[in-house]
């Protein structure tokens, strides 16, 4: 595997569920991130990671809760989702959080029942 | 508000013309702006960069143009290919106190035709 992957791809899921999302990066980066992108909408950041220590979290809700084991891999756990949570969901790394350029996995398409 | 405005969802060129693809930015805390390529299914990938102290950087057939006092930036592809044809994304880097963030336009998807 090279660059960022991203599993699964597409991710059906009730309200009441639980379930998590995961990226893995090939790239020897530090940096990880979380994007959602919303229908018609830009992309907007979600969580930050260095280093496996979160350092943003951009006024999401708690049932969005991501956990960073090791600088490799990420995971966005998701739990009592509404409908408008519906959406792309994308990985991204940089060599460092100083670092301009991220690379981007393919995204989880979540659609919320 | 959106601070980076991306103001043509879509764009036609004919293969071989010119490609501009527009960007404009409100936030004067931004000193870097990167320009991303999207396939369908993919992820965006990184295309080109302009840091805020320079007005144009070119890589072989892609130049951006940076316009800082009018806050614009634009991407020009000469010649325009077929394989061109995706959505492009606009982004803005600063730096938030502890980590450089990116924050995106809603894109424009290009078509180039044969």
């Known amino acids: 595997e090279t660059g960022v992957t991203q599993t699964p791809r597409h991710l059906v899921m009730g309200m009441t569920n639980k379930k998590s999302l995961k990226c893995e990066q090939h790239l020897g980066h530090n940096a990880m991130y979380w994007y959602k992108q919303s229908a018609k909408k830009p992309l907007e950041l979600m969580f930050v990671?260095?280093?496996?220590?979160?350092?943003e979290n951009n006024s999401v809700p708690s049932r969005f809760s991501p956990e960073c084991p090791n600088s490799s891999h990420l995971f966005l756990h998701l739990h009592t989702l509404q409908p408008e949570d519906s959406a792309l969901y994308l990985c991204?790394?940089?060599?460092?959080?100083?670092?301009?350029?991220?690379?981007f996995g393919p995204g989880t398409r979540l659609t919320v029942t | 508000d959106q601070q980076v405005k991306q103001n043509s969802p879509s764009l036609s060129v004919q293969e071989g013309r010119i490609s501009i693809l527009n960007c404009d930015y409100t936030n004067s805390m931004f000193d870097y702006f990167l320009w991303y390529k999207k396939y369908p299914a993919e992820g965006p990938t990184f295309l080109i960069s302009?840091?805020?102290?320079?007005d144009k950087n070119e890589d072989g057939r892609f130049t951006v143009f940076l316009n800082k006092s009018a806050k614009h930036l634009s991407l020009h592809i000469v010649p325009s290919q077929p394989g061109d044809s995706a959505v492009y994304f606009c982004a803005a880097s600063h730096w938030s106190g502890s980590a450089r963030q990116l924050t995106f336009g809603s894109g424009t998807q290009l078509t180039v035709l044969p």
């Open positions: 991204a790394s940089s060599q460092a959080v100083i670092i301009y350029e991220q690379y």
């Open positions: 302009i840091s805020s102290i320079k």
């Open positions: 990671y260095s280093l496996e220590e979160r350092v």
